[in-house]
């Protein structure tokens, strides 16, 4: 069932949208990189545990957070009044509810799991960019 709100001004959403999109490909990019790739450019040892296992620990916070977000802006009552464009930020997926209204089971196993994904993809991508940054700096002074 379709509902007449209000969405915001498109063109103030091009850069939220290029900024998810250049998120996503960073991360598919990492993920088929070789592992000595990644090492060198963090200045790392390949072997090192820290390589991948702060980045992952960021990856689960950001995206079971961002789960979290998700099931809140769908179980939301209709009178809390959610600002549109805080909520569309935070949870993409929040688009779906406001025009479409999907089922729980939909929710809880496609739209959540997206937003989740998305905001992993995020996290992931701070984290490598702050081990590569911070080695580069420390290892000039």
């Not at 991948?52 to 802006?73: C, E, Q, R, T």
């Not at 993809?121 to 420390?138: D, H, I, N, P, Q």
């Amino acid at each position: 069932m379709l509902r007449g709100i209000g969405l915001p001004v498109q063109s103030e959403w091009v850069i939220f949208v290029l900024a998810l999109a250049l998120v996503g490909v960073f991360s598919v990019t990492l993920a088929v990189l070789p592992r000595s790739w990644i090492a060198k450019a963090c200045k790392k040892d390949r072997d090192d545990e820290q390589l991948f296992s702060a980045p992952l620990k960021l990856l689960g916070g950001f995206a079971a957070i961002s789960y979290v977000v998700a099931l809140v802006a769908y179980l939301a009552p209709h009178r809390w009044n959610l600002d549109p464009q805080l909520m569309l930020s935070l949870c993409p997926m929040y688009f779906v509810r406001m025009m479409f209204d999907p089922s729980l089971m939909a929710t809880f196993f496609l739209l959540a799991p997206m937003n989740a994904a998305v905001y992993g993809a995020l996290g992931l991508t701070l984290e490598y960019a702050w081990l590569a940054f911070r080695k580069r700096t420390s290892s000039q002074t």
